[in-house]
C-alpha cells in the first residue's frame, strides 16, 4: 500500500523552529521527486519546496534561506527543517510524489505569539 506520512509539526512561537517528516512506504522512494506543500486557512495550496531523487532543491522564495528540504533514501524519509518561522507560514503542510495523486494526510503548524 502506498503510503506518506506527515510528523513533526505543532504550535510554535516567531522566531522558532519546527522539522517535519514524512515516512514513505508501499514504494520505490529513491527514484522519485518528493515535495512539501502547505495550505492556509482560506488559501490554495501552494508548493513550498522539492527535492529531486538525487538531492536537488528547489524553494518558495518566500521561505529560501529559512528553510531546508533534505531526504534520506535508506528511510525512506523526506524532511522540510524550518527555522525563523513566521506567523504567514501557518498552514497544513503535506508532502507529496511529484507528478502523482500520492499525499499525505498533512501536519498543522501554527506560529503564534
Known amino acids: 500500500q502506498v503510503q506518506l506520512q506527515e510528523s513533526g509539526g505543532g504550535l510554535v512561537q516567531p522566531g522558532g523552529s519546527l522539522r517535519l517528516s514524512c515516512a514513505a512506504s508501499g514504494f520505490v522512494f529513491s527514484v522519485y521527486d518528493m515535495g512539501w506543500y502547505r495550505q492556509a486557512p482560506g488559501k490554495q495550496r501552494e508548493l513550498v519546496a522539492t527535492i529531486s531523487r538525487d538531492g536537488a532543491a528547489n524553494l518558495l522564495d518566500s521561505v529560501k534561506g529559512r528553510f531546508t528540504i533534505s531526504r534520506d533514501n535508506a528511510k525512506k524519509t523526506v524532511y522540510l527543517q524550518m527555522n525563523s518561522l513566521k506567523p504567514e507560514d501557518t498552514a497544513v503542510y503535506y508532502c507529496?510524489?511529484?507528478?502523482?495523486?500520492?499525499w499525505g494526510q498533512g501536519t498543522q503548524v501554527t506560529v503564534s505569539s
Open positions: 507529496r510524489v511529484i507528478s502523482s495523486d500520492v
